[in-house]
């Protein structure tokens, strides 16, 4: 069985500081790994995905995650944080094969303050 | 490309009608697509797997009377909502998997706002 454990529902940062949101997953086999953001009464957009290949990824808006199997961590960063990237924040991770559904991490709320 | 849609994008009902939800992918062909329930402030909850030709495979605890789903195309899934109550109010999100695409990445469509009065 897989799962995500989200650290944090709220994550307040200022405008121009760095930003980290917190993903750890349980997984019985080789996962992969994803991030999405979601913006009120709108769908997922996805962020960026780890599937087995470079352990540092990079994805859309300026963020990034970096894979570390020792510590199960997918975490979510992004250098500076712009008003822009306020919105929610989800942590899924999958097998790599099959038809089984993502499993989603219950979110974090980022908010940033001016 | 990997382009999901859903329609109608918000709907209200009164209590007691039935409210079809379409999930289509517009670019690429999905046999498995997936449907899910978010409520406020939550994450996502799965409610059902859906496999084109086939029965849907419903999530511990959902009426699979209530919320009929069918996959009668390799582009299209339905979510019907039969005899909606306002306890059924809430966001409904389809995702879906292209076939022969990277294996087990999905695709999310723009989700369905439904409020039940």
């Known amino acids: 069985a897989q799962s995500v454990t989200q650290l944090g529902s709220h994550v307040s940062v200022s405008e121009g500081a760095l930003v980290l949101l917190r993903c750890n997953y349980s997984?019985?086999?080789?996962?992969?790994l994803f991030w999405y953001v979601q913006y009120p009464n709108q769908g997922l957009q996805l962020l960026l995905k780890?599937?087995?290949?470079?352990?540092l990824v990079k994805g859309i808006n300026g963020f990034e995650a970096e894979f570390k199997k020792s510590e199960t961590s997918f975490h979510l960063t992004k250098p500076s944080a712009h008003m822009s990237d306020a919105a929610e924040y989800f942590c899924a991770v999958s097998p790599p094969s099959g038809n089984t559904p993502l499993v989603f991490g219950k979110g974090t709320r980022l908010s940033v303050i001016a | 490309g990997a382009v999901v849609s859903q329609h109608p994008s918000w709907v209200i009902c009164k209590s007691g009608t039935s409210v079809k939800i379409e999930c289509r992918s517009l670019d690429f062909q999905a046999t498995t697509m997936f449907w899910y329930r978010q409520f406020p402030k939550q994450s996502l909850m799965l409610m059902a797997t859906s496999n084109e030709g086939s029965k849907a495979t419903y999530e511990q605890g959902v009426e699979k009377d209530k919320f009929l789903i069918n996959h009668a195309s390799l582009t299209l899934s339905t979510l019907t909502v039969t005899s909606a109550h306002p306890e059924d109010s809430s966001f409904y999100i389809c995702?879906?998997?292209?076939?022969?695409?990277?294996?087990?990445?999905?695709?999310f469509g723009p989700g369905t706002r439904l409020t039940v009065l």
């Open positions: 997984s019985s086999v080789p996962p992969y």
């Open positions: 780890y599937t087995s290949a470079a352990t």
């Open positions: 995702s879906a998997r292209a076939t022969g695409g990277m294996v087990n990445e999905q695709f």
